[in-house]
């Protein structure tokens, strides 16, 4: 069961990483693995801003740079959804 974790890099720093690495320590509790994973992430692109997926498990097994991209939302629909979804940790696949 592979988790994400999402970080945004902006002027060429990676933005609340105290922030997120306590959220891995707290997934990876919540998933019963018993050592700690730092996150050591490469040195960001200076260029322009980024999201950072970093994937991990037992392991950091993949970090990915992704250009931001501004959206402009225009319309909104309210959908109803099933209520058994568990969003408590980020899945790879959710």
């Known amino acids: 069961m592979r988790l994400i974790e999402t970080i945004l890099v ?4 990676y ?3 105290e922030y997120h690495q306590w ?3 707290w997934s ?5 693995y018993s050592d700690r994973v730092i996150l050591k ?6 260029d322009r801003e980024y999201r950072v997926r970093v994937t991990y498990s037992k ?3 993949r970090v990915e740079f992704f250009p931001t991209a501004k959206r402009l939302f225009q319309k909104f629909q309210l959908v109803e959804v099933a209520s058994d979804f568990d969003y408590s940790l ?5």
């Open 28 to 32: 990876r509790k919540a998933l019963q």
């Open 90 to 94: 980020k899945y790879e696949n959710r």
């Open 23 to 25: 959220r891995v320590d």
């Open 59 to 61: 392991t950091i097994e």
């Open 41 to 46: 992430l490469p040195e960001p692109p200076k």
């Open 10 to 13: 902006k002027d060429g720093a």
């Open 15 to 17: 933005q609340n990483l």
